[in-house]
């Protein structure tokens, strides 16, 4: 099936700083998704994106289909960034299709 | 548009008790996954139904395990003879379409076999 990674696994910031989360994966896909997972386990969707560049707010994402990578960035990061960011995708074809498969996510840790 | 839901948001267990969860996605959505995530990993795929349908089960789900959609609308997981390798965080999520469509999650129930 389809391989996600992602980079780096562990993120520690000042508040105010930026950063950027890289997803690469193996193939090619019908759905790549960032979710952002809060202590309680609730997966909060950040951004629906199989290709192209989408904002909101602070945040804002690029997937580079055809390169196989997406990079999530946020911009000023406050205390309530905090938190485990997956990267999940639906591979197009094979064992892969019609589910998502999930990275081992990048944990955030913003500073006061 | 109240989104997935999910009960009990936690079950504490004996080991070898059987266990079930239920899942009601968003209304209107014909897709419906099962995920299952433990500590420190990403989720992984469980299985997941179109309408009433099961279409595919993942070789995580063993054969303790049944899920079932009997009217296409909530769902329910089943785990017999519970072992303390089943703990884990349960996902259920759902979409309209059945392929490429952003899928939505629910708070998750938490198990914990003792």
């Known amino acids: 099936g389809i391989q996600v990674e992602q980079s780096p696994p562990d993120l520690i910031l000042q508040e105010g700083a930026n950063s950027t989360l890289r997803c690469n994966f193996s193939d090619s896909v019908n759905n790549l998704q960032w979710f952002h997972q809060n202590p309680w386990g609730q997966l909060i969707n950040l951004f629906y994106?199989?290709?192209g560049t989408k904002q909101n707010g602070r945040l804002s994402a690029t997937t580079v289909a055809t390169e196989r990578y997406s990079l999530l960035y946020i911009s000023s990061s406050q205390t309530t960034d905090s938190g485990v960011y997956f990267c999940?995708?639906?591979?197009?074809?094979?064992?892969?299709?019609?589910?998502?498969?999930f990275g081992q996510g990048t944990i955030l840790t913003v500073h006061p | 548009d109240t989104g997935v839901s999910q009960d009990p948001r936690h079950k504490i267990t004996k080991r070898g008790q059987n266990v079930t969860f239920r899942c009601d996605p968003i209304?209107?959505?014909?897709?419906l996954y099962w995920y299952r995530q433990t500590l420190g990993q990403g989720p992984e795929f469980l299985t997941y139904?179109?309408?009433?349908?099961?279409?595919?089960k993942s070789r995580l789900l063993s054969d303790r395990f049944s899920a079932e959609r009997p009217k296409g609308s909530f769902s329910t997981l089943e785990i017999q003879r519970t072992e303390q390798g089943d703990s884990a965080m349960y996902l259920c999520?759902?979409?309209?379409?059945?392929?490429?469509?952003?899928?939505?999650f629910g708070p998750g129930t938490r198990l914990t076999v003792l």
């Open positions: 994106i199989p290709s």
């Open positions: 139904f179109q309408n009433e349908a099961q279409l595919e």
């Open positions: 209304s209107e959505h014909n897709r």
């Open positions: 999940a995708v639906e591979g197009a074809g094979g064992t892969s299709y019609g589910k998502l498969t």
């Open positions: 999520a759902s979409s309209i379409l059945p392929v490429g469509d952003e899928q939505f």
